[in-house]
């Protein structure tokens, strides 16, 4: 009886808390003024936000009627989140066209499905996957956003890519649904019937090319109604510009980053240069002189949409970064391991893909991801040069004439919004980092 | 009685060796790290099956010596030919003479993001071209021969020293090399680990396998060499059939040496 009373949770609780706040005179003052703080704050916030929160309502007065006054005459605080809810689909998608929002959708969620097994424990072939997404999903994507005619090449590599995703989705489904892999018994089938086992990759690549061009007349009558990029905004913006920066900064870092530790003098200045004049530039000035001063190089006639200014800007900018964290990361692995890669015959490359490469992300990890983070939120400074991303279109939402004023709000939801992507990534990077170093012990 | 029937099958081997075909030929090879010189016109002929002890003090330029013969070091004046192909700045030819040397280093060097099969079966795949399971069967065998298959699965970290010098012997000789380097292979293992080392080490000799071997065994260089070198400064000072090295050494340098470490 009395042991169920000592490990009942109030109990235990109340031990805790003797134990770790109220062991000492100054500790118990210190805890009473940070528990007095805490329950202000947060009372503070919920009562403004939920309690207060007013959901319908037409415009900003509206809201302000509704609140009413208190007892001295003074307004109520509350939040009027009725603004937010009209203005959401502002937020997220800019000013894109609203019957053809779905296509948005669509591409994320395919992002989001091909990118699952890299969460799934124990999936073969991670490695495949992620470069398979890297490599194809940025045609599918830009055709599924921008729409239009679209050449035999964009063609191509779409239908690649619908093959490619939906052979990833089966085969990691089945695996988990069926225990039975479709990659497996493709190439089991091939290699015991039709090739010798080292053809095998390159037999599925060539069986996946020929169902990809014969997709691609499938789809030719298939065409997407014209999106102008002027329309692309919101998250998504950003979510398409911070995307761009990662996919093309890393790899763009670690050739950098090799080019930077190259012996030949010529390749060497040009990686130190490079990186080196943007790494010292801010992301604005790089923003700037992409949209601004760019054209004022080029020939008369010629134009480049800004679109692919700004992005190709944050590409620069991030491979830079990108190229010293791998710089690190290579400085890291001991000098043996490049003489045991060189004297197993293995050349130049294959020692930097099978042997060096994989140990050293290993140890870049945290950094690619924090660097990673940073790029996120950075991608935000392109509103200076006349984008609607996310932040724009929540600085837009209180100059917009039925909530003119209204900003707390809409900061607090893009604030939400930043801080689940940022928080995701830091914890898939903190369970692959445990996961890896795991694997060595 | 026993002893002599040993010598002359000892002998037996120098004369055998020295009929076959050179396969590594060093003519006046020089090496200098800035200022100092580690190799001072190294003329030497390797025999296929030949099995070199090379020894000296440290600083001999002992390590340099076998690291020029894969190219791990560059040498700056003379010529160094491996199995007919002479070592230049082309880089093809350096990448065909690493694929015929195996080379085992103090530190092991494993791979250790990949478990010991994968370490062995690497240069079958990659240098070989072989298809995986050809290519892990191969490695399976290779690491029969220096009895370790049951750790197959595991990761090096989790061997002992001894347990990972004898896998990177095998990852060695899974790429099928025609000569195998030692680079003290077992100066940075615990005493109870050498002798399992050296044992793989000379079983690897009889199977004739042609070996150059630095190290300090004066035990394993009596049993298994054909020729001991002896060098000091970046030369070779002395070589000799174990027999007369130990028992009748002509240089003082040499007596030296071995009146400090027998």
Not at chain 2, 224 to 244: C, K, W
Request: with cysteine.
């Amino acid at each position: 009886m009395n042991q169920t009373v000592s490990n009942s949770i109030t109990v235990r609780w109340w031990y805790w808390a003797r134990e770790n706040l109220f062991n000492s005179w100054l500790n118990t003052i210190l805890s009473i003024i940070c528990i007095v703080i805490i329950y202000n704050a947060v009372w503070g916030i919920f009562s403004w936000a939920i309690l207060n929160g007013i959901w319908e309502a037409k415009d900003r007065r509206e809201c302000f009627a509704i609140l009413g006054k208190d007892e001295a005459g003074n307004p109520i605080q509350g939040a009027c989140w009725a603004g937010v809810r009209e203005w959401f689909n502002n937020i997220i998608y800019g000013r894109y066209v609203k019957d053809e929002q779905w296509r948005v959708n669509l591409g994320i969620s395919i992002l989001i499905v091909w990118m699952i097994p890299l969460w799934v424990p124990n999936l073969k072939r991670k490695f495949l996957i992620g470069f398979g997404a890297i490599g194809l999903y940025p045609f599918l994507a830009s055709y599924l956003f921008l729409g239009g005619e679209r050449s035999w090449f964009v063609s191509f590599m779409v239908s690649l890519a619908i093959i490619t995703f939906c052979y990833n989705t089966v085969d990691w489904l089945g695996v988990k649904a069926f225990r039975v892999s479709l990659a497996d018994s493709l190439r089991w089938k091939m290699v015991n019937r039709i090739f010798a086992e080292k053809q095998h990759t390159f037999a599925l690549m060539g069986l996946f090319a020929i169902i990809a061009v014969m997709l691609a007349f499938l789809i030719q009558d298939w065409i997407l109604v014209d999106v102008s990029w002027v329309r692309m905004g919101g998250f998504h913006l950003t979510l398409v510009i911070s995307g761009f920066a990662m996919t093309v900064g890393l790899p763009c870092g670690i050739i950098l980053a090799l080019g930077r530790r190259s012996r030949l003098p010529i390749i060497k200045a040009f990686a130190v240069t490079f990186i080196e004049v943007f790494r010292s530039v801010p992301l604005i000035t790089i923003l700037f002189m992409a949209t601004a001063m760019f054209p004022l190089f080029m020939p008369e006639g010629f134009e480049l949409n800004k679109l692919v200014q700004v992005i190709a800007a944050v590409c620069l900018f991030t491979s830079c970064y990108m190229a010293e964290i791998v710089r690190s990361g290579l400085q890291a692995i001991p000098k043996g391991q490049f003489e045991a890669a060189s004297s197993i015959g293995l050349g130049y490359w294959q020692s930097m893909g099978l042997v060096v490469m994989p140990q050293a992300l290993k140890f870049m990890i945290p950094n690619i991801v924090s660097s990673f983070i940073g790029i996120f939120k950075d991608t935000t400074l392109v509103y200076i040069v006349g984008m609607f991303d996310i932040l724009a279109m929540t600085r837009a939402m209180g100059n917009d004439v039925p909530w003119r004023g209204e900003f707390h709000e809409p900061f607090l939801m893009t604030a939400i919004i930043f801080f689940v992507c940022c928080y995701t990534m830091s914890q898939y990077s903190q369970r692959l980092e445990r996961k890896l170093s795991g694997e060595n012990k | 009685m026993e002893n002599q029937t040993a010598v002359s099958e000892q002998e037996g081997h120098v004369a055998s060796a020295l009929s076959s075909e050179v396969i590594i030929s060093l003519k006046k090879v020089s090496k200098y790290f800035g200022d100092f010189q580690a190799l001072n016109g190294i003329d030497l002929d390797v025999h296929t099956g030949e099995r070199i002890v090379i020894c000296g003090p440290s600083g001999s330029g002992k390590s340099t010596l076998i690291r020029c013969i894969n190219r791990l070091e560059e040498h700056q004046e003379g010529d160094i030919e491996v199995t007919g192909v002479k070592l230049d700045e082309n880089l093809k030819n350096v990448d065909q003479v690493r694929s015929e040397v195996g080379m085992v280093f103090q530190s092991f060097n494993l791979f250790p993001h990949l478990t010991v099969l994968q370490n062995c079966a690497l240069s079958p795949i990659w240098v070989r071209k072989m298809g995986r399971s050809e290519a892990e069967e191969l490695a399976m065998e290779y690491l029969n021969r220096v009895h370790i298959p049951e750790q197959a699965e595991k990761y090096p970290g989790q061997l002992s020293g001894g347990q990972q010098q004898r896998v990177a012997i095998a990852r060695a000789l899974a790429m099928q090399p025609r000569v195998m380097l030692f680079d003290e292979p077992t100066s940075a293992l615990d005493p109870e680990m050498i002798k399992e080392v050296l044992d793989t080490m000379i079983e690897l000799a009889e199977s004739g396998m042609t070996m150059l071997v630095v190290t300090h065994e004066m035990g394993f260089a009596d049993r298994v060499a054909d020729r001991i070198i002896f060098m000091d400064e970046g030369q070779i000072v002395e070589q000799d059939v174990p027999q007369e090295f130990f028992n009748n050494p002509k240089n003082d340098r040499t007596k030296l040496f071995l009146s400090q470490i027998l």
